[in-house]
Nanobody, 124 residues
Framework: QVQLVESGGGLVQAGESLRLSCAAT????????VGWFRQAPGKEREFVGA????????SYPPPVRGRFTISRDNARNMAYLEMNNLKPEDTALYYC?????????????????WGQGTQVTVSS
């Protein structure tokens, strides 16, 4: 069993940066792929990136590619989402998720464990 807790959200102005953290419990986390998603009010949950179990592979969708970077520290059971040049349309509740697979994609059903989310609000 893996439990995930996100932190680092907040209110920022457009153009600023934030770093979200995902703290995991359980020794198996280091063998799981991690994804980050976001959900704005009235919208579906949206994929913002994933990282393989060892950090060797990452993927990002076009809206965030070049601005967002995912990393992980398996020794500390942590994953991170670095967000630069934030835009008002990035405003959402951000979730981290873990999958028993070694690398995953953009579908929510690929992930086995979810955190409760951390709110990111970007003002213009």
């Amino acid at each position: 069993q893996v439990q995930l807790v996100e932190s680092g959200g907040g209110l920022v102005q457009a153009g600023e940066s934030l770093r979200l953290s995902c703290a995991a419990t359980g020794p198996t986390f280091r063998s799981y792929a991690v994804g980050w998603f976001r959900q704005a009010p009235g919208k579906e949950r949206e994929f913002v990136g994933a990282i393989s179990w060892n950090g060797g592979g990452t993927s990002y969708p076009p809206p965030v590619r070049g601005r967002f970077t995912i990393s992980r520290d398996n020794a500390r059971n942590m994953a991170y989402l670095e967000m630069n040049n934030l835009k008002p349309e990035d405003t959402a509740l951000y979730y981290c998720a873990a999958s028993r697979a070694t690398m995953t994609g953009s579908r929510t059903d690929e992930y086995d464990y979810w955190g409760q989310g951390t709110q990111v609000t970007v003002s213009s």
